[in-house]
């Protein structure tokens, strides 16, 4: 237990320490939902329309820009090995690195959705259902696409794995996403879409962090 | 009963067998010096005891067990120091060495760290990021573990001494008589003639075309 | 040019020169303050058709325009540094830098108390309110490089190169109302042909532009100051300045 | 000149090395298109509205996705000390640089765009006005996204900066680009569009590899 | 006319003042061995004597003209080895080796650069990625530049020993006898003894805190 807890504080201050590279993820969420409006035109109307899918494409996006560097630096100055070494269970120390990821890098961007639904002109009801399917589908994002990311980190090229993995969760993720926005934006339940991405979630979970302890064995061969 | 022994080991890299048929025995308070020239598989040899990697063929018993069975065991009595330092360069010394004690179950507080490092010429440096520091002074960092972690039964040590000045060298010698004085085991690969006072096993690998 | 840059660049000469130009700064920077304000509030008649809200515009424009002005000096400040190597020119940026934070910011916040009544928004992405809060986003990004490095003259290269690059900025902000016909009114000071504004209203607005103008010099020399002795604390002639203020203070006391 | 064929050669060969990781810009980039009409509804008269919006806007993030690892690697090995003391022009090395970053990794989105196109159901005219504004606006991207890279390549962070260099030059490039796109779906010229974009390009073209080759320069003190 | 000499440089890394008033001047022919404890400032003074770091204070030298003014003559005349190697592990030795000599405007066919790698052990390896070869393996991949350069006036070399066995120091010192006899000058900084058979000038830095 003492491991881990000294792993998610060092994991915190380095995060910190690189605070600059971890507003990456914010400012560019920021900025694709500051540019579809200057690039789709400002109408209220498309503007709602659009505008649950744009903010899941982009968190989609955003989360994936800083995944592939989880494991790198890690990797790259030798921690992992001794990681490796130190006896704390690895799957473990996965899940709590995929936790700090997640935190640092995924929960702002769901902090500021309010402020990006104002200007995308989503109702209330609508921006609820959104904070509600961001917070329960992307650690889904962040666990699953660890593995791609441990599995590549000795080689270099994360690229296609990591997108042939993705793919899969994302378009359902998304489809029931933006059907909960949609159903909310005309009043109705959608607590059963919820519940699909709540089951997902769970069962990303119990077993992705042993495949990433196992990818990242298999890193050091 | 020997800290570490194995038994047949074999290595392939790139279809290249490294070596084969190794069986070494290491006792507590004795000290094996791998030697072999660049490229004959002292790095590769050093990571398999260390359980790091799976070997082709063949054992490695931590106590007579197989380390893969010892699980938090054999982590909690091993230091290894390997080529890559395991320091982050974003964080300072202190940091990085609390850390490391933290996960590998040391309990020491910062006034030993800082002790260390002092020991280590570090002062001054210690709440500096690491990148910052010259080549030698980033290795004397991750080297304190070994001052951090003298309980430890065994040290698998991969060119300990690279990078350091005399008197480095000389700090990092007195530690090791020390250490295997007071019954501590230790692995060691260098090509900087080892002149230790101290009684030698070695094993010579060679560069196998 | 070198001829006429060189004395500068040595800090104690820029000291003293900052030392001579304050007074009259701050001085006239108050006094057009002052008046441009009670006259644009108390004297000036209200817009036909805004009301007394269009008084914003006192604060606004002067301060939208001004704010253009700093970082376009900042980045010349930039440019001399980078090119004769000059140290003070550098400090000069990064008292620029934080100055300019300021004045657009308050733009921003006035232009953006002005959309309520006026368009009934606070905030609509306009390429012009964009680009300006883009202006923004530069300016505490030449800060933050520069606080980014330890080194602190690789930091003035680097956030000086910055400063240069974002003058691309600034002909996206003033030509962004014409490409992008939104809400943003276009230009109505800054044409070449005849103000289309009465000159009641015309005349209390420079009087405030020359207020704000000169009052973010005085900040701006202060600040330069400032970075001069905190930088050259151990060097003798700021010792022996220090030493002369505690003795003046002294015998003022006494 | 032998120099820099000499860096062409490598760079390529280097491209081609690592090429499972040049494929992560296109694969995000037909991620976001073909994720789009999931998140929007498959409306035909919607998409066709946003659709020149969408792809540009996905040019430009997918481009900033390969960007920070331009000059990342030669740094971290020391290739950059080396290329420095070699001789060589560095301003015509960065340009070198730059132009095989574009080559291969945002000149495929650009070849593969018809076929997005026809799925936003874009009609002729408009695609052609995309890949003209693509062709002449990426390079201006690539261009000034590796000033920002450069001045970050020591401090190992550079998302921040990239986001705030590159905002001022997708603002218009963004707009001009899309206005394109719009009058050649009504059928109009669009000239004056690309001259500018032309225009914006050439310069960052002129002045570009100057700025590059000095941050470079500054990083290795 | 010496080959390289410096003219009261100083260099200040994190307001610490690592050295002030170094004076150097090294001749064709002749040997300058920077010694030094880890921290010293050995590679901040090189870095500088190659011009990719600028001086707080000083000049530099190259025949006799400031560095910054000779523009390529300076380039072509130089090598320099530093803590990091200069090349890329997803090419093979070869690629990188080839793509250095181009850049550097060195005319070699590819059959030398076969001819280098087997006298510095490579047999075998010259057309894998260098990431997969050991470390002392990728260090005598990066020192082939001194045989395909060695008409360059100017070496500098930083730690050029470290990882290498005994056979590799060898062969270096061998060459480095070599070069400086045919009039070649040679700055080098090494924690491992220089026991080279040449008469050696030195230069001490000190650790000031
Ligand atoms: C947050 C919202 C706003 C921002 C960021 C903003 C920004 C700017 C900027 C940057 C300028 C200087 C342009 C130049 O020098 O070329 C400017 C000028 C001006 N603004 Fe605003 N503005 C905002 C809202 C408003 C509103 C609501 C009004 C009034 C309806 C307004 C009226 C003006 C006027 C009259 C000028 C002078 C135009 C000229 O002569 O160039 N602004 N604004
Ligand atoms: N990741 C790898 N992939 C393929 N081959 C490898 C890999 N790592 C090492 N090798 C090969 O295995 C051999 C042994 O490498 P190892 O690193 O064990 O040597 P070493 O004895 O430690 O050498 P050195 O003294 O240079 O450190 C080398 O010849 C190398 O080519
Ligand atoms: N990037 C940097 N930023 C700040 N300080 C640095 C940096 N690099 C080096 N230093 C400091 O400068 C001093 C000299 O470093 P340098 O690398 O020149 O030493 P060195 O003599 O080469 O040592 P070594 O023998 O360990 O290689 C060190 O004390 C280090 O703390
Ligand atoms: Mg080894
Ligand atoms: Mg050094």
Known sequence: MNGLGALLRRDLSLAYRQRAELMQPLLFFILVIT??????????????????????????????LGLERLFRDDFQDGSLEQLILSGVPLAAAALVKVFVHWLTSILPLIIISPLLALFLHLTEPMYWALVFTLLIGTPILSLIGAIAVGLTVGLNRGGVLLALLLLPVFIPLLIFATSAVESASMQLQYSGQLAIIGAMFLFSLALAPFAIAYALRVSQT | MAVLSTQNLSVIKRDRLLFDQVNLSVDSGSLLYVKGPNGAGKTSLLRVLTGLVEPESGIVFYQDKKIQKCGEDYATNLVYFGHKLGVSGSLSAVENLQYWCDSHQVKVDTNTIYQTLEKLNLVGLEDIPVASLSAGQQRRTALARLWLKADAKLWILDEPFTALDVQGINVLSDKLIDYLSKGGAVIITSHQLLELDYPTQELTLEYRI | MWKWLHPYAKTEKTYWLCQTLLPWFSVLGLVALITGAIWALAFSPA????GDSYRIFHIHVPSAILSKSLYMGMAIAAFVGLVWQVKTAFMSMMAIAAVGAVVTFVSLVTGSAWGKPMWGTWWEWDARMTSQLVLLFLFFGVMSLYKSFEDKQQASKAAGVMAIVGIINLPIIHYSVEWW?????GATLMKLDKPSMPLEMLLPFFVSLVGWSSACGAIVLLRIQNEILRREMKRPWVIALAQQNVTQSNTATK
């Not at chain 1, 200057?38 to 994936?64: D, F, R, Y």
Request: aromatic share 8%; proline share 10%; charged share 10%.
């Open chain 1, 35 to 64: 540019l579809f409006p200057l690039g789709v035109g400002p109408e209220p109307n498309t503007l709602k329309m659009i505008g649950p899918g744009v903010i899941w494409v982009a968190a989609i996006l955003s989360s994936l």
């Open chain 3, 181 to 185: 016909n939104t809400l943003h009114q």
């Open chain 3, 47 to 50: 817009d036909y058709q805004q």
